[in-house]
Antibody, heavy 123, light 111 residues
């Protein structure tokens, strides 16, 4: 079965960077986009961007451009999301999620989600 | 871009039907065909309930359905059950650099 397992919780100081990993199993990693979505405490879901695991191509939400970098390592079926210049309002649970549609014909929905990684930004 | 617009809360009694609206899916450059809905229980990751506007993934109850009227997509839950109490989010492709937007979320209370 499809499974996405994320790295553990992080505590960072303002101005630092954080890198969250998302290890995929149960399907062909390179065949489907991985998206990143975050949720601040008590708030709604926010789309951050996506990566094409086959080509490494990325699309980032305008809000995060210049601060977010999404990468992947196909040899270990793992996607990464790095967010830099952290601020207190970046405190959130960060999720990775799989788009089950074929790359090139995305339907922009997410059928499998990681368990979430809490990133706390505090001085 | 602002989030898609959903009511903050809805409620219903067991057995009743409720509808959650999601507006802005077209004016933001999106398409109804790319509207999806997610259920989120406290402390859990979201769960896909509807995709492609009205398609139901295997394993999701027939009580959940998606539709569209004008510029608004909707999620209807029929035969409400206590286990349906959760937060619900719509999501739509909107194009541009920010490819996808979520709604602000709706808290469903089963009375």
């Amino acid at each position: 079965q499809v499974q996405l397992v994320q790295s553990g919780a992080e505590v960072k100081k303002p101005g630092a960077s954080v890198k969250v990993s998302c290890k995929a199993s149960g399907y062909t990693f390179s065949g489907h986009y991985i998206h990143w979505v975050r949720q601040a405490p008590g708030q709604g879901l926010e789309w951050m961007g996506r990566i094409n695991p086959n080509s490494g191509g990325t699309n980032y939400a305008q809000k995060f451009q210049g601060r977010v970098t999404m990468t992947r390592d196909t040899s270990i079926s793992t996607a990464y999301m790095e967010l830099s210049r952290l601020r207190s309002d970046d405190t959130a649970v960060y999720y990775c999620a799989r788009d089950p549609s074929q790359i090139g014909s995305s339907l922009y929905y997410f059928d499998s989600w990681g368990q979430g990684t809490l990133v706390t930004v505090s001085s | 871009q602002s989030a898609l617009t959903q009511p903050a809360s809805v409620s219903g009694s067991p057995g009743q039907s409720i509808t959650i609206s999601c507006s802005g899916t077209s004016s933001d450059g999106g398409s109804y065909n790319f509207v999806s809905w997610y259920q989120q229980q406290p402390g859990k990751a979201p769960k896909l309930m509807i995709y492609g506007g009205s398609k139901r993934p295997s394993g999701v109850s027939y009580r959940f359905s998606g539709s569209k009227s004008g510029n608004t997509a909707s999620l209807t839950i029929s035969g409400l059950q206590a286990e349906d109490e959760a937060d619900y989010y719509c999501c739509s492709y909107v194009g541009g650099s920010t490819l996808a937007l979520f709604g602000g979320g709706t808290k469903l209370t089963v009375l």
